[in-house]
């Protein structure tokens, strides 16, 4: 069955791909703009990590639509090279004890389509990446990746099956295997984006445990749509994005206690910077269901949905600094911020292309 909300908040605009919107003006040219470069040839690249060593990164593609397979990518930093490390239906790797739900045993289908990604170092030492993906199923998935430099391959290991009528959003790993993630809104009753953007509680966060292979709602968690969640190493706190209220909030996983709150516009994806910041996505404030769905109706380029890139302090919940601010060209609709080194790798929900900014260089 095809589940109506698979991507991050304004991926969520893909449910409008059957309704009639009016066309928007695609961004062609694959020019720079001031210190941000777009690299093109892609579809879809909604999230992406960092791999070790700072010479590649891993990009999750949710690929042209809902019924469409997606990808999981390796980026070569120097030559900008691509390398297809997983598509849906391959079926290489085995399940692995200790990698998910035991009951599931079979690799993800044809129709696999990456959303919210997360990388790991495991207490074992092996890493493993965490996809939420929605194409064969509502899950989980798990894979190890191995290699060094730029030479990295995946094996999945297993997954984790969402809970009953949730469509997950972003995964937030901890090294023992346990995990956090954010379900956005319910399967049923879907929400129409068309109408309006739902201000009531539409979903929350989950812990799931590798002990006992189960989920709980993590208290003080319920919002307007949650986003992209990341967590302390050591698991005790999360850092969630309510992205139809305009906030992420600090939570104490055992209590579900607030520690603070921030105000941040339309947030997406969170991830965490080198200097212990939390970079987070933010959407223009004032966008509706008929421009997500302009959007999502470009067959080429990029759209145009303006963004930021701002950085949280998480001890203070105060957002210190914006790294990046554009209202168009060379991309829009920016759904993720990655730092590596000088550098801050963006990626989107819908197009063929992520942005390369260079930090030491004036903005345009």
Known sequence: MQRPFFLAFAALAAVLLGTQVSQAEPIIDCEPEGNARPICGFSNPE??????????????????????????????????????????????????????????????????????????????????????????????????????????????????????NASLNSVAAISNGDFYTTQMVPLDPPVDL??????????????????????????????????????????????????????????????????????????????????????IASLASDLTGEDFGACVSITRGACDIPFKIVALDPDSMTIVETLYETDGAPMGAGTVGLRVGDELFIGSFHGDRILRVNLKLPGS
């Open 194 to 279: 068309t109408k309006d953007i739902p201000r009531h509680i539409t979903g929350h966060a989950f812990a799931w445990s590798q002990s006992d292979a189960s989920f709980r709602k993590i208290g003080g968690t319920d919002g307007a749509m949650p986003n992209g969640i990341v967590t302390s190493a050591d698991g005790r706190y999360i850092y969630m994005n309510a992205t139809a209220e305009n906030s992420i909030r600090k939570i104490e996983v055992a209590t579900g206690r607030e520690l603070g709150r921030a105000t941040v516009d339309t947030p997406d994806n969170a991830r965490w910077s080198p200097d212990g910041r939390v970079l």
């Open 47 to 164: 999230d992406m990590v960092a791999l070790p060593g700072d010479q590649a990164i891993l990009i999750g593609e949710y690929g042209a639509s809902a019924a469409a397979t997606g990808r999981l990518l390796v980026l070569e930093l120097d030559s900008e090279k691509q390398h297809t490390v997983f598509r849906g239906g391959q079926g290489n790797g085995a399940a692995e004890p200790g990698w998910g739900d035991p009951t599931c045993t079979t690799p993800p289908g044809e129709k696999f389509n990456s959303h919210g990604i997360d990388l790991v170092r495991r207490d074992d030492g092996r890493l493993q990446l965490l996809v939420i993906q929605h194409g064969s199923r509502e899950a989980v998935e798990l894979f190890e990746v191995m290699g060094e430099g730029i030479n990295w391959r995946v094996e999945w290991r297993g997954c984790v099956p969402a809970p009953p």
